[in-house]
């Protein structure tokens, strides 16, 4: 169980969140939406630690992790996709996805997370010597997203991965979404693709002016009431 409980973060004297409370059951899904500038973003960074929390406590499973470096939440098993992809541009795919699996503890396991890794994303293996600046958005949102999973994270963390992509595109992404949950990983998603995004989620949370407006099992969760407060009718 991962658990946010009255988080307060954000930017030095700019503070962003105000009392999020938020959980999500193992091997469960959380779709965050909300506008832009809403704090989705400042969240995961948040859990993250790459934000510093100034009042609340994150917790994983009961323990405490606000306050833990970065490095360590990789460590706990926690792995983020940021938004943007960031992946290594004049680097190979292959390269990219070396990277994630860096620390010591995943280096004997390389081999094998890149099998893995080409077994869910067949067409990264066909461009695994091609330089990752050249390929197209989806495919670079696959490395991003592939790069993680080599740390064989138990929770993800990913921002915004469907943002410029087409549609096509986007229904692949999803599909690789709902395989990597039904490997049993815990996911926390920040979407604006709201249908899509509300459809393989077992949470759903609006986040407005760094509150948390509404939050609800995703079965529970009607599209015209979401857009409805979405866009502050
Ligand atoms: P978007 O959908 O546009 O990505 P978001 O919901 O992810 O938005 P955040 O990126 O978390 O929103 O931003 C929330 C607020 O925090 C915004 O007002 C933004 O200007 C501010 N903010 C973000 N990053 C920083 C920063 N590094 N320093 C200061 N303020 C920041």
Known sequence: MLELANVR????????????SLQCAA????????????????????????????????????????????????????????????????MTVEEN????????RHRPHVQERLAAAYAMFPRLAERRRQAAGSLSGGEAQMV???????????????????LGLAPIVVA???????????????????????AQAVAIADHVCLLQGGRVV????AHEVRLEALHARYFGR
């Open 9 to 20: 973060a954000g930017y030095g004297a700019i503070n962003v969140l105000w009392d999020v």
């Open 27 to 90: 091997g469960k899904l959380m779709t965050i939406v909300g506008p832009n500038g809403a704090g989705k973003t400042t969240l995961l960074r948040a859990l993250m630690g790459l934000v510093p929390v100034s009042q609340g406590e994150i917790r994983l499973d009961g323990a405490r992790i606000d306050g833990t470096p970065t490095w360590r939440m990789a460590d706990a098993g926690i792995a983020m996709v940021p938004e943007g992809r960031m992946v290594f541009q004049a």
């Open 97 to 104: 996805l070396v990277m994630g699996a860096y620390a010591r």
């Open 144 to 162: 991003a997203l592939a790069r993680a999973l080599m740390a064989d994270p138990r929770i993800l963390v990913i921002d915004e991965p469907s």
């Open 172 to 194: 692949e992404l999803f599909e690789v979404l709902a395989r990597l949950k039904a490997e049993g990983r815990t996911i926390v998603l920040v979407e604006q693709n709201t």
């Open 214 to 217: 509404l939050a609800q099992p």
